[in-house]
């Protein structure tokens, strides 16, 4: 059974940082495109970030700012979300999710098949 579990969350205050990470187990994930996403009280799940399945592409939400940077570590089943200057719309229910791909990126939560629970950051003014 597939199981991913994300931790990290928490509240913080505006221009914080905070880094999120996602466990996997249950099968083996490095062949595979991984991404985080957030849902909002009453929004619609929105993509954040996402890495392909060896590193070599990635790309987040203000990646020009360096807001949010994603990595991972094949080795350990692992991404993490590394997110910068944290404003108080960032504030959400942050998911992590594998692909049903072995491509290189994918934006729509169409496109992931694993999920994990979620983990709650809120980010106060």
């Known amino acids: 059974q597939v199981q991913l579990v994300e931790s990290g969350g928490g509240l913080v205050q505006a221009g914080d940082s905070l880094r999120l990470s996602c466990v996997a187990s249950?099968?083996?994930?490095?062949?595979?495109?991984m991404g985080w996403f957030r849902q909002a009280p009453g929004k619609e799940r929105e993509f954040v970030a996402a890495?392909?399945?060896?590193?070599?592409?990635?790309y987040g939400l203000d990646s020009e700012k360096g807001r949010f940077i994603i990595s991972r570590d094949n080795a350990k089943n692992t991404v993490d979300l590394q997110m910068n200057s944290l404003k108080p719309e960032d504030t959400a229910v942050y998911y992590c999710?594998?692909?049903?791909?072995?491509?290189?990126?994918?934006?729509?939560?169409?496109?992931?098949?694993?999920w994990g629970q979620g983990t709650q950051v809120t980010v106060s003014s």
């Open positions: 890495i392909s399945w060896n590193s070599a592409t990635t």
């Open positions: 999710a594998v692909s049903n791909y072995s491509g290189s990126l994918y934006y729509d939560p169409a496109d992931f098949g694993s």
């Open positions: 249950g099968r083996t994930f490095s062949r595979y495109a």
